[in-house]
């Protein structure tokens, strides 16, 4: 029995309550911190069935539980020692005679092998601390997933950086640590907070490998639209916190679409959405972000696809607009999609 695509599980419609999505992402580790999941397997499997052969063969996978508070004090200082960053570890499943094989590794190490071999890098961060909610009458650590991209260029990666939130993550100028159930203190910064993780975790890469004597170390990533999605809020909707599903769907699309242009079918005929690769080298990863999710929100698909210059950013605008006011509408259709992708029979066999 071949893989279902996943495009054969979203929809709009149904009856369920929405705590059987989460029950059934939990079940398969998709809604838990941990690298040693169903779901990390999962990824591997669609990797290995789903994708294009430039993805299949060329890409690695990891996923980082982490702790940030350490890093993000010590680059609130005036000169940081980036090697805070030397602690992150990661998980990665591997193939062995046939079979999936799990690697627990320092993150350092673990991209810079793969980079070694310029192979893309594709990391999930679960960060365990990313903000903190003041309610309930307690403060309480929120936790949060994003993606990061490394991408080979002639002598050197770009880094590509993706959070679900989009353009509001500019407005995280700082980074709380909480002191007691009602005190917390903020680190500020003159970079959104995200911005300055990844601009410091950038440099440690670049020092680990030109330590060990690796040979076109320089990473490029300068925070902004070109190298951090700064697109529409895709959660801007979201009451439940359901972050999880999109650095995994992501994972999907980005197998699928970026060595190969996508044709949809729209009410003004097929068009063409590019390669995300050429999308990337143009500077336009907001778009290819957005077009990632084209068949979650296919009225607003055409726009989206055909507008350019200032009637892209009003594109942008409006489809921010449309997801907020569809409340958990979009979210819901996006994590069930996911959930029951990921828990096919054909992946349940396997993992």
Not at 29 to 49: F, N, P, S, V
Not at 213 to 233: F, K, V
Not at 244 to 255: D, E, N, Q, R, T
Request: aromatic fraction near 12%; hydrophobic fraction near 35%; include cysteine.
């Amino acid at each position: 029995m071949p893989v279902k695509p996943l495009e054969q599980y979203i929809k709009f419609t149904g009856k369920g309550k929405f705590d059987n999505v989460i029950k059934r992402a939990t079940a398969i580790g998709a809604y838990i911190t941990d690298e040693q999941t169903k779901a990390h397997r999962t990824c591997r499997l669609m990797q290995h069935h789903c994708f294009t052969h430039t993805m299949k063969h060329g890409a690695v996978f990891l996923q980082c539980c982490l702790i940030t508070q350490p890093i993000m004090r010590e680059l609130a200082k005036p000169n940081p020692d980036v090697d805070v960053f030397g602690d992150l570890g990661c998980g990665r499943y591997y193939r062995e005679d046939g079979k999936l094989s799990f690697s627990y590794e320092y993150l350092n190490a673990a991209v810079a092998n793969a980079m070694e071999e310029r192979k893309i890098v594709f990391i999930i961060f679960d960060t365990m601390d990313y903000c903190v909610d003041e309610g309930n009458g307690a403060n309480q650590y929120i936790a949060h997933s994003t993606t990061a991209i490394f991408i080979p260029r002639k002598g050197s990666y770009d880094c590509y950086y993706v959070n679900s939130h989009g353009r509001d993550l500019q407005r995280a100028m700082g980074y709380d640590v909480i002191l007691s159930k009602r005190r917390f203190r903020t680190h500020h910064y003159k970079e959104p907070s995200d911005v300055v993780f990844m601009k410091g975790l950038c440099r440690h890469l670049q020092a680990y490998r030109s330590a060990r004597g690796d040979a076109d170390t320089t990473i490029s990533y300068d925070g902004t639209a070109r190298h951090t999605y700064l697109g529409a809020d895709l959660q801007a909707g979201d009451n439940k916190g359901i972050c999880f599903a999109f650095p995994f769907m992501l994972w999907y699309y980005f197998g699928l679409y970026y060595s190969q242009a996508r044709v949809i079918e729209t009410n003004f005929g097929r068009l063409t959405v590019p390669r995300g690769s050429t999308m990337l080298k143009q500077g336009r990863l907001g778009e290819f972000i957005e077009a990632c999710f084209l068949d979650f929100y296919p009225d607003r698909r055409a726009v989206l696809v055909r507008a350019t210059g200032d009637d892209r950013a009003k594109a942008t605008d409006e489809l921010e607009t449309s997801i907020a006011a569809g409340g958990i509408r979009f979210t819901k259709a996006v994590s069930r999609a996911l959930v029951g992708f990921m828990s096919q029979s054909f992946f349940k066999e396997r993992v």
